[in-house]
C-alpha cells in the first residue's frame, strides 16, 4: 500500500520554505538584510539553533549569503540572469534598445492587464501611493527622484500581477537598465515637456488600474511605451545629425 506513516515536519524546512517563499514572490528582494537572528526567531516563532539549520539551508541553496560582521543577506540571485557578455553584447549595439522596449511593451501590457484584473486592494495603493510620490516629485522639480520613482512605479505594476516567474525576469531587466545597460534613463527626464508627457502617460495607467480596467491599463503601458521608444530614436537621430554638423564645421573653420 502506497502509505507512509505521518511525520511532523521539522521547524527548519518550515522557516525555509517560509523565506523560500518570500524570496520567489518578490517580497524579500536581493540585496535585503534579514533582521538579526534573535529578532528574526522570536518573529518566526522558533528556537535559534533551528534557525541557524535553516539558514544554513538557504546558504547553500545559495539564496542567502552571510557578510561578515554585517549579517545574513538575500543573495544577488538576478545577477545570473545575464551573462557577462550578453550584457556587453546589449550595452555595444543600438538595436539592443529598442529590442528591450518592445520586450517591455510586450510583458508591462500583459503585466498591466493582469494587475486590473488580479492584483488587490492593497497592491493598486502601492501603485497609488508612488503615482502621487511622483506628481510630488515632479512638482519640486525634482527629476532624479522622479526617474527613480518612475521604474518603482512599473515595478509594482508588475508586482501586483502576481507572476513570479515575470516579476523576477523583469526586475532583473530593470536592474541591467539601472547600471545604464540600454540607455541613460535620466535622458528621458531632462526636458520639461518630455517629464510632463510621461507623468500624463502614468496617471492614465494609474487611472486604468484603479478602475480595475484590463484593456486600458494595456493600453495605457503600450502608448507610454511607444512615446519612450520615440523619444530615443529622436534622441539618437539628433546626436547623428550633430555629429555630422560638427564635421562640416570643422571641415569649414579649418580652411580660414
Known sequence: MPFQKVQTEKLSIAVVRQIELLILRGILRPGERLPAERELAERLGVSRPSLREAIAELQDQGLLTAKAGSGIYVAEVLGSAFSPALIRLF?????????????????????????????????????????????????????????????????????????????????????????????????????????????????????ALQARDPEGAREAVHRHLSYVQQCMEDHQKAQRNEAIAQQRLDHETSYN
Open 91 to 207: 550595452s555595444s549595439h543600438e538595436e539592443a534598445v529598442f529590442d528591450y522596449l518592445s520586450f517591455r511593451r510586450d510583458l508591462e501590457g500583459l503585466a498591466a492587464e493582469r494587475a486590473a484584473r488580479l492584483g488587490s486592494a492593497s497592491d493598486l495603493k502601492v501603485v497609488q501611493t508612488i503615482f502621487d510620490k511622483m506628481e510630488a516629485a515632479h512638482a519640486r522639480n525634482a527629476a532624479e527622484d522622479e526617474a527613480q520613482l518612475d521604474a518603482q512605479f512599473h515595478m509594482a505594476i508588475i508586482e501586483a500581477s502576481h507572476n513570479v516567474v515575470m516579476l523576477h525576469m523583469m526586475r532583473s531587466m530593470y536592474d541591467l537598465l539601472r547600471q545604464g545597460v540600454f540607455y541613460n534613463r535620466q535622458m528621458m527626464f531632462q526636458q520639461r515637456t518630455t517629464r510632463e508627457a510621461i507623468l500624463d502617460q502614468h496617471r492614465a495607467i494609474n487611472t
